[in-house]
């Protein structure tokens, strides 16, 4: 299974974290965290970086219910195999 799928596959089973940073990013732009969840499967793949340090990464392009595109930073946490919501912003 490849970086994209196995951060698909624990972000659709509810194994994953979100960052403090995230957290706040999501707070300052009126995203919900659910938004993000769900318009994971249907992202745009911008990046994907498996050599990011300390954790494999990809970089997507979601679009919220309302139609906004956000881009948003994955990670896989390859000892707890769970994903991790790293940040979330506004690509303008």
Avoid: C
């Amino acid at each position: 299974m490849n970086l994209v799928e196995l951060i698909k596959l624990a972000v659709r089973d509810g194994q994953f974290v979100v960052s403090v940073h995230a957290r706040q990013r999501l707070a300052e732009r009126n995203v919900r965290l659910w938004q993000i969840e769900s318009a994971l499967d249907e992202a745009k793949i911008i990046e994907d970086r498996p050599d990011d340090e300390p954790n494999a990464s990809i970089v997507v392009e979601e679009l919220l219910p309302d139609g906004t595109q956000v881009t948003v930073v994955w990670s896989w946490l390859a000892v707890s195999r769970r994903a991790k919501l790293v940040t979330v912003y506004f690509p303008y």
